[in-house]
């Protein structure tokens, strides 16, 4: 049976390059003398060193702990020694570096001890079993890294109706899910099984672009018979960027997630197929995330292939084994979202999927400007009206380009390669929304000095208030003083006399009030200690209140 | 190191593709038009074209941006095509100079050139001469007279010199939209003034202006199966023009011409499918290219009926250009995501 599918907005017809690189078995890649483990592989808070400068550490052990409530746990990939915890140039972007751990491996690959008996998962609490993904260090296979015990925790007022596994992998170039997929397919649906108890749904679509029917046959083939009533293995067809979760969910559900929404938001969950391979690599075989399939291809490869990889393996590493010759331009991702590497030193993370050579440095041509063909429009999957954001970026009017929906963009780049002007658009709205941040940021500590200046001007202006209040006071009593026309002692004398005034009738409502109890019961002799003591209690009193009163009127005419 | 963002491929299209499919499909209307209304269209392209060249590079030079890119992206060659196509044939060259330097100067460079002009500059150019030199603007010469050589073309427009034994008004004429307007106008019925004027008008609208017109369409349909431009604005323009006509001509067919007169007559069609797509100056929002088209569409009816010229393409397409930035705001396609608004 056919399952409906439906459309998204836009996209791209592009050449897949696929094959290249699926030729070769996957095999294990070389472990190196170094492996630099960067301590945010994910989205989030970077995890905690837990181990020193000097320590010796196995496969598999725990090396920096989870910080946060979003952060996951980093693994020792191999056996070695931790011989720096330092900044080194990590993926990104801007080619920025971070804190990381560098071990020497030992070339032993012991690893740490640990039970390896499968967990029964279908007997266990969700959150039990979304702990244990979390201490494996699962987070997105896909690209963007999430820790996925989070998406598996829906939270008690969400519906989810759908679990979606997306092996659409819809860049050109990449081929690490098809591969997975169709080596280990068993591995991807007993992930899949796991990630359905922990959701506690019934219904799950596994979804696959139509150019990998090799990858499709796999899975379905790997299906039990009774499995085949609730997982429904699809082929979607292939359109750039099918594998965008919003776009994936869309395809396969009809359902568009919310602008500024979650995939909850519409029911549905949705996780890369490598990442339900590490889940039942987790849960069956106790095996935390230290390694994963990656594509390495392009034209300065002699061979292009997919290695499985240990995290912290350096781009250089890979590159020689695949016989690297003459690379002038390395992007890690597919050539519409990845990012051009700055240095073959950086290490490769949980979220790396592929690296892509070029004998020849991308040169866009030059940039003319826009003549609003609206080509941007008719291709993006957001649809948005990108010539309009464009001219917004370029005018900075941060106001307006959010009256058009900057963030909606997805920054999945089929604006700008349709441009007949080649005008690198999605560097404009990266810009617009670091630009936006920046600002909002600014903008709360601008708030907080605000609040602070406007407290102290209050605090101030209360201060002035009082003080005058007390002068007033004290004006008034002089005033009342003076008007008595009495000498200085006999002002004394009278706020002496006022004191004892106040002290007496004080004395006497407690005499009313506060009497101890059952004086009745008590004795004579009792009774006349009690009132001596009494008395004398408030003999003292009275003379300390006269002290204080003459204190204070000295202190008040000095 | 400079870091480029991705995506690290693009499309093989170019501004220049684009501009160059549009000129390719002007070549059917153009070489009809040399047809019937001699080789002055050919010395009007060739005046325009170099001076659209030449102020384009001018202009680029005092403004100190590179020559190179902006001149080859053939939107200034364009850009005095149009113009050409719109002036009569029988032109002093200074007619046709004056118009293109005015519509790439002031039209497109003063504004900060490709991408920035907010109005159409061949309609800029167009207007301001019409403006100017109403007369010579109007003066078409007769669609059937094939006796003109390009020498005689080239002597008027040179050196305003006319074959032997003839006369300025003797060779040209009154186009039919222009006739028809004046006869209205002195209260003659439609059917009079065909019957008055056999000559001009053929089977649908004027002689030779039909063919032009129908050509252009045809070019037209070639942008569209090429994907250049989207039907949006040219549906747009012709089914407003044709609903408003058919309208008045079923409430009054003596004195409101029919649909189709209005559709193949002037310079509909040519608007239709290569003015009005301008996309620097057109809508840029898929709704808001219709509104864009209608407006175009029912302002070339009013124009043509009521107003004070032949012809109401270029002004409808300038004062639609206006109203461009704010059809686009309030057009805005719903986002993925967004409820329906």
Redesign the interface.
């Known amino acids: 049976m056919k399952p409906r599918l439906w459309h998204?907005?836009g996209g791209l017809k592009l050449e897949g390059h696929k094959a290249m690189s699926m030729h070769e078995a996957v095999v294990q890649a070389d472990i190196p003398r170094r492996l630099v483990l960067p301590l945010q592989q994910h989205i989030g808070e970077p995890a905690e060193p837990i181990v020193e400068i000097g320590d010796s550490v196995l496969k598999n052990q725990v090396i920096a702990q989870a910080s946060d409530y979003v952060s996951v746990p980093v693994h020792a990939p191999t056996s070695g020694t931790v011989i720096s915890i330092e900044d080194h140039p990590v993926p990104h972007?801007?080619?920025m570096s971070a804190a990381c751990i560098i071990i020497e491996t030992d070339g032993k690959d012991i690893a740490i001890e640990t039970n390896t008996t499968p967990v029964d998962y279908k007997n266990l609490e969700a959150s039990a079993l979304r702990n244990l993904i979390r201490e494996a260090g699962i987070v997105g296979l896909g690209g963007a890294g999430f820790p996925s015990f989070i998406k598996l925790n829906p939270g008690p007022d969400a519906r989810v109706e759908t679990l979606i596994l997306n092996g659409a992998e819809c860049e050109?170039y990449i081929t690490c899910d098809a591969m997975l997929m169709q080596d280990s397919p068993r591995k991807i649906i007993d992930g899949l099984l796991i990630m359905r108890h922990a959701l506690n749904i019934d219904k799950c679509i596994i979804a696959i672009e139509d150019n990998k029917k090799a990858a499709h046959t796999m899975l379905v083939n790997a299906l039990r018979e009774d499995e085949t009533s609730f997982i429904n293995v699809i082929q979607i067809p292939t359109l750039y960027p099918a594998g965008g979760e919003?776009q994936i969910i869309?395809v396969v559900t009809g359902k568009?997630?919310?602008?500024?929404?979650l995939p909850i938001d519409v029911g549905v969950v949705c996780h890369n197929v490598g990442t339900a391979a590490a889940v039942a690599d987790a849960i069956l075989n106790r095996q935390p995330l230290i390694e994963r399939y990656i594509t390495v291809t392009g034209d300065a490869v002699k061979q292009p292939r997919n290695l499985r990889v240990r995290f912290g393996t350096s781009v250089e590493s890979l590159l020689k084994q695949c016989e690297g010759y003459d690379v002038q331009?390395c992007?890690m991702?597919g050539?519409?979202?990845?990012?051009?590497l700055?240095s073959q030193s950086i290490p490769v993370i949980k979220t790396t999927n592929c690296l892509?050579t070029s004998r020849k440095k991308?040169h866009?041509?030059?940039s003319?400007?826009?003549?609003?063909?609206?080509?941007c429009?008719k291709a993006c999957?957001?649809?948005?009206?990108p010539?309009?954001l464009y001219w917004y970026a370029r005018a900075k009017d941060f106001d307006k380009i959010q009256d058009?929906?900057l963030f909606?963009c997805i920054?999945c780049?089929c604006c700008?390669?349709?441009?007949?002007?080649?005008i690198?658009l999605?560097?404009y709205y990266?810009f617009a929304k670091t630009e936006i941040w920046a600002m909002e940021r600014d903008k709360q500590k601008s708030d907080i000095a605000r609040e602070r200046h406007e407290f102290r001007l209050y605090r101030m202006e209360r201060k002035k208030v009082e003080d005058e209040e007390r002068k007033r006071r004290k004006k008034a009593l002089l005033k009342a003083a003076a008007g008595d026309k009495t000498t200085e002692d006999d002002k004394k004398k009278a706020a002496i006399e006022a004191a004892l005034a106040r002290v007496k009738a004080k004395r006497e409502q407690q005499n009313s009030q506060a009497k101890n109890v059952n004086e009745e019961e008590l004795t004579e002799a009792q009774k006349k200690a009690i009132a001596e003591v009494e008395e004398r209690r408030i003999k003292a009193r009275e003379k300390q209140q006269i002290k204080i009163e003459e204190n204070k009127e000295e202190s008040g005419s000095s | 190191?400079i870091?480029?963002?991705?995506?690290?491929?693009?499309?093989p299209?170019?501004?220049n593709?684009?501009m160059q499919a549009v000129i390719y499909s002007l070549i059917p209307g153009t070489l009809v038009m040399i047809h019937f209304f001699g080789w002055g269209v050919a010395i009007n392209l060739a005046i325009a074209i170099t001076t659209a060249v030449i102020s384009e590079a001018l202009i680029l030079k005092i403004r100190k941006r590179p020559l190179k890119?902006?001149l080859m992206?053939g939107?200034a060659i364009l850009t005095g095509i149009l113009l050409a196509l719109a002036i009569p044939t029988l032109s002093p060259w200074w007619l046709v100079f004056l118009g293109t330097a005015f519509a790439i100067i002031i039209g497109k460079q003063l504004y900060g050139?490709?991408?920035?002009n907010p109005f159409n500059p061949a309609m800029v150019g167009y207007v301001m001469l019409l403006i100017a030199f109403p007369q010579e603007m109007t003066a078409w010469i007769n669609p059937l007279d094939h006796s003109l050589t390009v020498k005689d073309f080239f002597n008027y427009s040179f050196f305003s010199e006319l074959p032997a034994n003839r006369t300025y008004d003797e060779i040209t004429m009154a186009t039919v939209l222009d006739t028809v307007k004046t006869n209205l106008n002195l209260n003659s019925t439609l059917h009079e003034i065909r019957s008055g004027n056999e000559a001009l008008f053929g089977g649908l609208a004027g002689k030779g202006w039909e063919w032009i017109n129908i050509m252009f369409l045809i070019g037209g349909f070639i942008l569209l199966f090429i994907r250049v431009i989207?039907w949006h604005i040219p549906v747009a323009f012709l089914g407003s023009l044709f609903f408003i006509s058919a309208f008045f001509n079923g409430v009054d067919s003596d004195f409101y011409a029919t649909p189709l007169f209005h559709l193949f007559s002037g310079g509909a069609m040519l608007a239709a499918f290569f003015i009005a797509t301008d996309?620097?100056t057109?809508a840029?929002?898929?709704k808001g290219k219709i509104y864009y088209g209608i407006g175009i569409g029912a302002l070339t009816y009013i124009i043509r009926t009521w107003g004070g010229y032949p012809d109401g393409v270029a002004f409808a397409v300038l004062i639609m250009n206006m109203a461009v930035p704010t059809i686009?705001y309030y057009t805005?396609?719903?986002?993925?995501?967004?409820e329906n608004k």
């Open positions: 998204f907005h972007p801007s080619g050109p919003k869309k568009e997630v919310p602008s500024h929404g331009q992007i991702g050539p519409m979202m990845g990012f051009e700055t892509l991308y866009a041509p030059t003319m400007p826009c003549i609003r063909c609206g080509e429009a999957p957001a649809q948005l009206l010539q309009q058009y929906n909606d920054e780049g700008a390669y349709v441009c007949p002007s080649h690198p999605v560097q990266r | 190191m870091l480029r963002s991705s995506p690290y491929d693009n499309q299209t170019s501004i593709r684009v890119p902006f992206d939107s050139g490709l991408g920035y989207t996309p620097v057109a840029t929002t898929n686009d805005q396609p719903r986002v993925f995501g967004q």
